[in-house]
Each structure stands twice: as structure tokens, then as C-alpha cells.
């Protein structure tokens, strides 16, 4: 079993930057891939990025892709999301996500953690 805690979520102005966190429970953590979603008012939550569990590989949706970075380190039991060049469109409640083997992108599985608000200002 996983626990996820968010944090770093906050008011930012449009073009700033902004670091996530997400700190994990469980000495198993490093068997997990992690994963960044997002929930906009009104819209389904939607992929963000991804990493395996080594940290070997990443996948990111177009909409972020070149603006957010996703890392990882076990032995912290803490994934991070870099978000560079934020835009007004970017505002959404972000969400960990911990499965196995691999994060399911389009129909998320697993362990989710509280979520942290992020709101961008123009």
C-alpha cells in the first residue's frame, strides 16, 4: 500500500515557474511507476507526465511537453514536477499517481494522492 502527499501548489503569474512534490509512504516506492494528472473546473482529469520506476524514461502530454520536467528520487520516496513557462490554461488541481507496472495514462489506475491547487494568473 502507498500514501501520497502533495505539496507546492499556489497562486503564480503567467510565464513563472513552480515546483510539485509528492512524498510517498511505503519502502516499495521504488517498484512504482509515478504520475502527474491534473483536474481543471468543469473537465475530466488529464495526464501530465510520467516516469518509470528507475527514472529511466518519461512521457509527457503535448500540452506540457518542453515546459514541465517530472523526476524522481527513491531514496527520498519523493516525485517532483517542474512546471517552467506556466500558462493561465495550466490552472488545475494536480494529482500524484503511483501503479504498477507502468502508469495508465488514459484510464488511471492505482494510488492517488490528495491533490494541490495550482492557479495561474495572466
Known amino acids: 500500500q502507498v500514501q501520497l502527499v502533495e505539496s507546492g501548489g499556489r497562486l503564480v503569474q503567467a510565464g513563472g515557474s513552480l515546483r510539485l512534490s509528492c512524498a510517498a509512504s511505503?519502502?516499495?516506492?521504488?517498484?512504482?511507476?509515478m504520475g502527474w494528472f491534473r483536474q481543471a473546473p468543469g473537465k475530466e482529469r488529464e495526464f501530465v507526465a510520467a516516469i518509470n520506476w528507475s527514472g529511466s524514461s518519461r512521457s509527457y502530454a503535448d500540452s506540457v511537453k518542453g515546459r514541465f520536467t517530472i523526476s524522481r528520487d527513491n531514496a527520498k520516496n519523493t516525485v517532483y514536477l517542474q512546471m517552467n513557462s506556466l500558462k493561465a490554461e495550466d490552472t488545475a488541481v494536480y494529482y500524484c499517481?503511483?501503479?504498477?507496472?507502468?502508469?495508465?495514462?488514459?484510464?488511471?489506475?492505482?494510488?492517488w494522492g490528495q491533490g494541490t491547487q495550482v492557479t495561474v494568473s495572466s
Open positions: 511505503g519502502r516499495t516506492f521504488n517498484t512504482y511507476a
Open positions: 499517481n503511483a501503479d504498477t507496472p507502468v502508469i495508465r495514462t488514459a484510464t488511471p489506475r492505482g494510488y
